[in-house]
């Protein structure tokens, strides 16, 4: 037994513990060996490779760990997703179907237009010529609302064209360059629009409040016909923005006993600060089809006053000349006594409308 318990002695002290440095020497030790590698990798950038080769190896162990996670993620997704799809698809159905009665009563509503336009010899609507275009960044003067679009004069972009979205109207191209242009944002105090009412078709001009994205309808009485979420929409007076564009939606509406007018708040429609693509709208004057064919046959202009200057003439040459009536023209009868060179100068006779009464012949005549 005492050769057993010698022999478990000796095993309870293993040489690597019972010699060597404590381990307080050994924390020492390696903590300023860590350092001098990280400082030394910092300056020398040495072990970049190495925590490549070694990213490489523990990359498979990372996508292992994280199977579980993504495994749980992607079917919630799924679920979800398919869920949402569902539901927008029912919803984007009704609304194609809605939409489609809206767009069969646009297009009778559009023939029946162009008939009475014919009917009636009026000028045809403004033609309307869009471009899509990109925003490029925002203007540097932050006291302005101006964006820069990657469209300009060598595109047959002009000042003055109206900038649109899918929702509204945003803005006016108020400067062109060669390859871009400075768009001008309706909320910013320089610019107005006129607008209308889509209500009761009342018209106003629009301000940009500057401060915020919002516009001011100023100059309106306190008892206007303007209600809490009214539509605007461009009213197509000014010849710049097409008829019928929204611009924006009344919020709110202030009015005070000191002031006879309203202050009335809208918030545009369109997306100001959403978008990044934007449609460029400008509108073109068409060319009258009477000065254009004047302009393009100006030999037949030319026959046509000939012949209406020879069918003057002809017609005033061949309209007869009404003789005045003999009893309205005073005749004078001289006696024979009182002319005694009668028989020697016969008298040539006048014709009756040419001949005027003698105030000398006429007392002459009496006696």
């Given at each position: 037994?005492?050769?057993?318990?010698?022999?478990?002695?000796?095993?309870?002290?293993?040489?690597?513990?019972?010699?060597?440095?404590?381990?307080?020497?050994?924390?020492?030790?390696?903590?300023?060996?860590?350092?001098?590698?990280?400082?030394?990798?910092?300056?020398?950038?040495?072990?970049?490779?190495?925590?490549?080769?070694?990213?490489?190896?523990?990359?498979?162990?990372?996508?292992?760990?994280?199977?579980?996670?993504?495994?749980?993620?992607?079917?919630?997704?799924?679920?979800?997703?398919?869920?949402?799809?569902?539901?927008?698809?029912?919803?984007?159905?009704?609304?194609?179907?809605?939409?489609?009665?809206?767009?069969?009563?646009?297009?009778?509503?559009?023939?029946?237009n162009t008939n009475l336009r014919q009917l009636l010899a009026a000028n045809q609507s403004l033609e309307e010529f869009s471009q899509l275009g990109e925003i490029l960044h925002v203007g540097r003067d932050p006291f302005t609302k101006k964006?820069?679009?990657?469209?300009?004069?060598?595109?047959?972009?002009?000042?003055?064209?109206?900038?649109?979205?899918?929702?509204?109207?945003?803005?006016?191209?108020?400067?062109?360059?060669?390859?871009?242009?400075?768009?001008?944002?309706?909320?910013?105090?320089?610019?107005?629009?006129p607008i209308q009412i889509e209500r009761n078709g009342l018209r106003a001009i629009a301000f940009g409040h500057g401060r915020d994205n919002t516009l001011d309808l100023p100059f309106l009485p306190a008892n206007v016909d303007i209600k809490?979420?009214?539509?605007?929409?461009?009213?197509?007076?000014?010849?710049?923005?097409?008829?019928?564009?929204?611009?924006?939606?009344?919020?709110?509406?202030?009015?005070?006993?000191?002031?006879?007018?309203?202050?009335?708040?809208?918030?545009?429609?369109?997306?100001?600060?959403?978008?990044?693509?934007?449609?460029?709208?400008?509108?073109?004057?068409?060319?009258?089809?009477?000065?254009?064919?004047?302009?393009?046959?100006?030999?037949?202009?030319?026959?046509?006053?000939?012949?209406?200057?020879?069918?003057?003439?002809?017609?005033?040459?061949?309209?007869?000349?009404?003789?005045?009536?003999?009893?309205?023209?005073?005749?004078?009868?001289?006696?024979?006594?009182?002319?005694?060179?009668?028989?020697?100068?016969?008298?040539?006779?006048?014709?009756?409308?040419?001949?005027?009464?003698?105030?000398?012949?006429?007392?002459?005549?009496?006696?």
């Amino acid at each position: 037994m005492a050769g057993y318990h010698q022999n478990l002695d000796q095993q309870q002290a293993p040489a690597f513990f019972a010699r060597g440095p404590s381990p307080l020497a050994r924390l020492a030790f390696f903590s300023a060996l860590s350092l001098a590698l990280m400082a030394t990798d910092s300056r020398l950038q040495y072990l970049g490779s190495v925590r490549e080769h070694l990213m490489v190896v523990l990359q498979p162990l990372q996508l292992i760990a994280n199977a579980p996670s993504m495994l749980y993620d992607s079917t919630n997704e799924y679920f979800s997703t398919h869920h949402r799809l569902l539901n927008e698809n029912q919803f984007l159905r009704k609304q194609a179907l809605i939409q489609a009665i809206s767009l069969q009563k646009m297009k009778a509503l559009t023939l029946e237009n162009t008939n009475l336009r014919q009917l009636l010899a009026a000028n045809q609507s403004l033609e309307e010529f869009s471009q899509l275009g990109e925003i490029l960044h925002v203007g540097r003067d932050p006291f302005t609302k101006k964006i820069i679009v990657n469209r300009g004069s060598n595109q047959q972009v002009v000042d003055g064209a109206a900038v649109v979205d899918a929702k509204g109207v945003i803005g006016q191209v108020t400067r062109t360059y060669p390859a871009s242009s400075e768009v001008t944002l309706i909320t910013d105090k320089s610019l107005t629009i006129p607008i209308q009412i889509e209500r009761n078709g009342l018209r106003a001009i629009a301000f940009g409040h500057g401060r915020d994205n919002t516009l001011d309808l100023p100059f309106l009485p306190a008892n206007v016909d303007i209600k809490p979420g009214d539509k605007l929409i461009t009213s197509g007076i000014d010849g710049v923005y097409p008829k019928g564009l929204a611009v924006a939606t009344v919020t709110d509406i202030q009015t005070s006993a000191d002031s006879p007018f309203a202050r009335i708040v809208c918030i545009p429609t369109g997306g100001i600060e959403n978008h990044k693509q934007v449609l460029i709208v400008s509108i073109s004057q068409p060319d009258n089809p009477a000065n254009t064919n004047a302009a393009a046959n100006p030999a037949s202009n030319t026959d046509t006053v000939a012949k209406t200057t020879a069918t003057t003439k002809l017609e005033s040459a061949q309209a007869p000349v009404n003789p005045a009536p003999a009893s309205k023209v005073p005749t004078v009868q001289t006696p024979a006594t009182t002319d005694t060179n009668q028989n020697k100068k016969p008298v040539n006779p006048t014709p009756a409308a040419a001949t005027e009464p003698s105030t000398t012949n006429k007392p002459h005549a009496q006696d």
